[in-house]
């Protein structure tokens, strides 16, 4: 079973950065898709950056330029780059995984199957 555990979360200004990290465990650190998602009170949650296997990273429109996503191998642990911070990106932010996905698969947004408990991050003006 796949555990996804978030963590860095927090408040900063805007224009500061934040780094996210998501620590997962019963999952293959050669063959993966994950990614991070956000939701905002009151407003759908929304796919924020993708990674997978054998593709480069997804972005939203949104946070393109601005958020890099990456993986350290050694530890199966997924980082969120945030940098250029806007009021806009305050949510709660997930951590999530497709526990089916095998090489030379489709890693997507919706494909996703075990999620994490979320960190928050909150920019203020």
């Known amino acids: 079973q796949v555990q996804l555990v978030e963590s860095g979360g927090g408040s900063v200004q805007a224009g500061g950065s934040l780094r996210l990290s998501c620590a997962a465990s019963?999952?293959?650190?050669?063959?993966?898709?994950m990614g991070w998602f956000r939701q905002a009170p009151g407003k759908e949650r929304e796919g924020v950056a993708l990674?997978?296997?054998?593709?480069?990273?997804d972005y939203a429109d949104s946070v393109k330029g601005r958020f890099t996503i990456s993986k350290d191998n050694a530890k199966t642990t997924v980082y969120l780059q945030m940098n250029s911070l806007k009021p806009e990106d305050t949510a709660m932010y997930y951590c999530?995984?497709?526990?089916?996905?095998?090489?030379?698969?489709?890693?997507?947004?919706?494909?996703?199957?075990?999620w994490g408990k979320g960190t928050q991050v909150t920019i203020s003006s």
């Open positions: 990674i997978d296997s054998h593709g480069p990273p």
């Open positions: 999530a995984a497709d526990s089916f996905f095998r090489s030379g698969g489709f890693c997507g947004y919706y494909g996703m199957d075990s």
């Open positions: 019963g999952y293959s650190d050669s063959t993966y898709c």
